[in-house]
């Protein structure tokens, strides 16, 4: 009101007020404001820019039947939540236990997830259905992790649970989406012969927990299951066993629940009873038999000189050649590759290669339907492949006379700077049947002057078209190695031009040295340097607790152990029907940082670090994957340097040290 108003201007305003008009106003004030209203939604159906976005998961608000209802067997089972919401994955991540032989159908509609089963229920039996993270708003995509639905066919509910984590035997990765199983019959049989009694998957950290576990003894084990078995009944699956029994127990302990009353001021303190299950920190080794499948891929006979037998996986024995239409007796130079899943014959003789079909029996070892090596024989017709000619050049009028000599291919293998303890290589196209070492020079340069030395070519005893250079190489010194003409002699007749090569080593002021103490572990392990993509460049065995590293080039690198059961020198699988266990890996759960011209000593408790927490985060290649965003929303990086801790790696090491102790 104005304060400037007089009575007599209130009075005469009082005097005309019209109150159809009023009402007739205000009414048309009302429309037009619900419609403008109504228009603006319309046009906005989606939320403001710059708003807050939705984080929060669905919220579980009623089902059919209720959770954790006893003494039903529903074929059918509806669960509603609070917004609209999608599923993710459904087949991979939604698991029932028991398992189901045949999978339960689970489907969204609208702001409903429907379960229906196709089994018939078990009685007396508590079901579990463990969504993972499946359900998601229908917005965002926001999961709502860890939603477990249970439920009974008997009188009460099964509320043990056993959890833990899987690794790979091999390298401690965090092994994602494979079934953990129980059961409690103990016979050894079980896990071949009878689906597991309960299961549960791994998250994406490796992390499992099996829910509503009937109190009872029981073994463990983890599955890759192929062919959806819930068994270990195909050779080729991935598993892992405990070596002991586990018998679930739970405690109740107090814990501080606060009640805020703001972000900043809590309001009060409770003291709640909460259930913790036992064993949760369970670690199961995944590991694969390697007795894989082994037969025939194919026979090729790209280059009319060779035939070669693709295995698919290694052989070790050379198949058995019987020539229909040539004399196979001592007719070619069999050649593994380094993995021996492919042989190749080099065909010495020209009257048998210069033959357009090669007819011929091959015997081998193949895989039968028993999973046992049994020896066929097959007839095969191989048909040669003639490469295009190259179009001649042709001739200039002063090179009538000239003479094109051809040589035998080489690819020498030397680079003009070698590390200290390289050996030059030099790889022929062909087999060598004939080498004159007489033609072989190795001169090393000091000053101005060339002092010839000691050296030999010697054929590796694995790739034999391959041959590398045994001399003792002085570092820091400059070499020049010369193989005269006609040194070597291929299969083909053809002979080697000549090859020259200079190259120096490396001083012994451009590498570091590197001596790992590994405490209690005294010898029948091996220790492995790896790089940033957990591939080993480096390997020495334990010897009296030390393993040593001589000569590396400077830079970052990570460790791993192998405690060598058997002593040959690499990493063993195990195999579930010895009882055996694969060989045990740990790694250094920090860097290791050799600088040029230094000897650094680094002692290592492998023990000193559970084994789920040794694998550094920065060579696992199963990290935990980010909280999906909106592509609106700007994701934030903590620059602060701060760390945080996972469950699997990453972390501090105490007693950790890195020094320069001089050499060793």
């Not at 990493?571 to 600088?595: H, K, M, S």
Request: glycine share 6%; aromatic share 10%; proline share 5%.
């Amino acid at each position: 009101l104005r304060s400037d108003w007089s009575s007599d201007v209130c009075s005469s305003d009082l005097m005309n007020f019209n109150p159809q008009r009023f009402i007739l106003h205000l009414i048309l004030s009302i429309v037009v404001t619900a419609v403008s209203l109504t228009l603006y939604a319309c046009a906005n159906m989606a939320r403001p820019g710059g708003g807050a976005f939705d984080e929060e998961p669905p919220v579980f608000v009623k089902s059919t039947p209720q959770e954790g209802k006893t003494n039903t067997t529903p074929k059918k089972i509806e669960i509603e939540f609070d917004e609209y919401i999608k599923l993710d994955k459904a087949v991979e991540k939604v698991v029932v236990s028991p398992p189901q032989m045949s999978m339960a159908q689970v489907r969204s509609n609208g702001k409903k997830v429907t379960v229906e089963f196709k089994d018939t229920l078990q009685a007396n039996t508590t079901y579990t259905i463990d969504f993972g993270d499946a359900i998601q708003d229908n917005n965002e995509g926001n999961p709502l992790k860890d939603f477990v639905f249970t439920f009974s066919t008997g009188d009460h509910i099964d509320s043990l649970q056993i959890g833990g984590t899987v690794l790979n035997a091999a390298d401690l990765e965090p092994i994602t989406g494979t079934y953990v199983g129980i059961t409690s019959d103990l016979a050894d049989s079980t896990f071949t012969t009878k689906p597991f009694m309960r299961v549960a998957k791994t998250n994406e950290k490796g992390q499992f927990v099996v829910r509503n576990v009937a109190p009872g003894s029981y073994r463990v084990f983890a599955l890759k299951d192929i062919n959806n078995s819930f068994t270990f009944d195909l050779p080729t699956e991935d598993i892992a066993f405990l070596d002991s029994i586990v018998i679930p127990t739970s405690e109740i302990k107090l814990h501080a629940d606060t009640v805020w009353r703001d972000s900043l001021t809590f309001d009060t303190i409770r003291i709640i009873e909460v259930p913790h299950y036992y064993p949760d920190n369970l670690v199961l080794r995944s590991f694969n038999e390697e007795k894989k499948m082994v037969y025939r891929e194919k026979t090729e006979r790209v280059d009319k000189r060779k035939v070669t037998f693709i295995f698919s996986a290694p052989e070790d024995s050379i198949p058995v050649i019987e020539g229909l239409n040539f004399d196979a007796t001592d007719w070619a130079i069999p050649e593994f590759t380094v993995n021996k899943d492919t042989v190749s014959f080099w065909i010495k003789d020209s009257m048998v290669y210069n033959i357009d079909t090669l007819k011929m029996t091959a015997g081998y070892y193949y895989t039968d339907t028993l999973n046992n090596l049994s020896f066929r024989t097959d007839t095969l017709n191989l048909f040669m492949r003639q490469k295009p000619k190259a179009p001649e050049k042709k001739k200039r009028k002063n090179d009538k006379d000239t003479v094109q000599i051809e040589y035998l291919s080489v690819n020498d293998q030397i680079p003009g700077t070698l590390d200290i303890g390289q050996k030059p290589r030099i790889t022929f196209d062909e087999p060598i049947v004939d080498y004159n070492p007489e033609g072989l020079w190795l001169e090393m340069q000091q000053d101005s002057v060339y002092i010839l030395q000691a050296a030999e070519l010697i054929q590796d005893s694995i790739r034999p078209r391959e041959y590398y250079l045994n001399a003792r190489l002085q570092p820091g010194a400059s070499y020049v190695l010369t193989v005269d003409s006609a040194s070597f002699t291929g299969m083909s007749g053809l002979h080697t031009n000549t090859i020259s090569k200079n190259f120096k080593v490396r001083t012994v002021e451009e590498y570091a040295n590197l001596l790992i103490s590994t405490g209690s572990v005294k010898d029948s392990a091996f220790v492995e340097l790896l790089d940033k993509a957990d591939k080993p460049v480096a390997k020495a065995p334990v010897k009296n607790g030390e393993a040593k590293f001589i000569h590396m080039k400077p830079g970052t690198y990570y460790a791993r152990i192998v405690l060598d059961r058997n002593g040959n020198g690499k990493f063993d699988t195990g195999n579930y029907a010895l009882n055996r266990q694969p060989e045990e890996v740990y790694y250094y759960p920090e860097t290791l940082n050799l600088r040029a011209n230094w000897d650094v000593k680094q002692d290592w408790d492998i023990f000193a670090q559970p084994l789920i927490k040794q694998k550094p985060l920065e060579i696992t290649k199963n990290k935990p994957k980010e909280k999906k965003r909106n592509d609106q929303q700007k994701k934030t990086t903590n620059t602060t340097g701060s760390s945080t801790s996972l469950p699997y790696g990453g972390g501090s090491f105490s007693g950790s040290t890195q020094q320069n102790t001089g050499k060793y």
